[in-house]
């Protein structure tokens, strides 16, 4: 099983930069990396509420599980 995380899909979509991101969010850029990448090992519900609600999506749209 693996998670996949497609924060990059989205920030593409919006034509948003990570730094920006960061700012709404108000999360280091460092660590909105760290998610964006997929090497994070857990979401706070609040910080993924930030995320939806800056990128105007629904978690699903941030992250999905994919069968290895």
């Known amino acids: 099983m693996a998670i996949v995380v497609d924060i990059d899909v989205?920030?593409?979509r919006?034509?948003?930069?990570?730094g920006?991101?960061?700012?709404r969010v108000g999360i280091t850029p460092a660590n909105l990396a760290v998610l964006?990448?997929?090497?994070?090992?857990?979401?706070?519900f609040n910080t993924l509420e930030a995320l939806c609600e800056a990128?105007?999506?629904q978690p699903g749209?941030?992250?999905?599980?994919?069968q290895d």
Do not use: H, P
């Open 55 to 57: 990128l105007e999506c």
């Open 61 to 66: 749209d941030l992250i999905r599980w994919e």
């Open 20 to 23: 920006t991101l960061a700012e």
């Open 36 to 44: 964006k990448n997929g090497r994070a090992k857990a979401v706070r």
């Open 10 to 12: 989205m920030l593409a």
């Open 14 to 18: 919006r034509k948003m930069s990570v």
